[in-house]
């Protein structure tokens, strides 16, 4: 209520498969403690980030994909 009417969101994936900087990493472990048993794409974060921006009646939500 402090912010109103700005709204904050906010998306935080964790390891992206695609990024260089993972490219030549073993990541099987990881993908095995996903839920999805995937990691995230980079059009997962741009589907995530344009879904908050559109829907104006989303707000205080942490986008984040956890590992278990």
């Known amino acids: 209520m ?3 009417p700005i709204r904050v969101n906010a998306v935080h994936p964790g390891v992206i498969g695609e990024s ?14 996903t839920l999805t048993r995937r990691l995230a794409t980079m059009r997962d974060i741009v589907a995530a980030v344009a879904f908050l921006l559109r829907n104006r009646s989303v707000h205080g939500i942490d986008c984040g994909w956890q590992l278990v």
């Open 2 to 4: 402090e912010l109103a």
């Open 20 to 33: 260089p900087s993972w490219r030549d990493k073993d990541l099987t472990t990881v993908i095995a403690r």
